[in-house]
């Protein structure tokens, strides 16, 4: 989705602009938002029935920290790339001081969904405590990676986002996290089975839970196995899937470069032609030359 205008709720005067873009993946829904300010900001940050993980991708001027009160400075000190987690029903203020533009992905987890489908035993402490302005450079940088993903239209991104919040979620809650875990690959006739469910649903989106549940394993352990069987995650082994659909499409057929985008479940040429070049290394229309002379 691109951004758009965020939905009204108490924001401070000082808080001249908001643009939001959401997503959902299984069990979690990503809001990435951008905060312009003025001068110092103190806002209500309400939360609902599920727990949220707040992760700050921006500060520029000034800095921002959650707080328990809305006069009350964060008893932690600043640190960059800080991020909060919020257990459910916690309400926190947000406060900044002099920033001009705040981004700030927030996740929204939905742990009944989570549990059963990464077949994950949460860690009851970490689900319930609430932690303020915590580093961890590992979730950083993969909450960047998927807030870059919230308003890719390639169908590969279900997977590629699935496959982020598995991380995320066992980094912050698992009672074992999946970095403990070293698993075999998938035996012969589990991939087989995988990979024909991937062909037969081609090009469309797939989540990550559905292809683990085909062969009984989490999604963790099965998003190991198959990398160890194949060499590639789940979501590159279906987007090199797909441009080796449209190299055969190039050579066999007259189809213009957008029927083949289109028929490779691309949203347009470009988006088609730079995944193709990233992937090849020339151009589809050059590849399509070169393989037929």
Known sequence: MRAQPA????????????AQSQRAWRGVKLAVT??????????LLPNGAHPRLSVVLEESGGVCEPRLQAS?????????????????????????????????????????????????TMDANRVSAPRLRFTNERIWNLTRLLSEAVNHPDPSMQLYGDGIITAITSQLFSVSPVSDYKPGGLVPWQLRRVVDYMEAHFPDRIELGTLAGIVNLSQAHFS?????STGLAPYQWQLNSRIRRAQTMLASSDL??????QATGFADTVHFGRTFRKLVGVA?????????R
């Open 7 to 18: 939905p009204p709720r108490a924001l401070s005067p000082n808080v001249v602009g908001v």
């Open 224 to 228: 190991r196995a198959f990398k160890t």
């Open 34 to 43: 951008r905060y312009d300010c003025v001068g110092e900001c103190v806002s």
């Open 256 to 261: 213009s470069l957008a029927d083949v985008a």
């Open 72 to 120: 009350t400075p964060c008893p932690v000190a600043h640190a960059p790339r800080h991020m909060y987690f919020a257990p459910a029903g916690l309400d926190l203020w947000g406060h900044s001081m002099n920033a001009r533009r705040i981004v700030d992905a927030a996740l929204v987890f939905d742990f009944d969904v989570l549990s059963e489908s990464m077949q994950m």
């Open 284 to 292: 589809p229309g050059a590849w399509r030359g070169d393989s037929r």
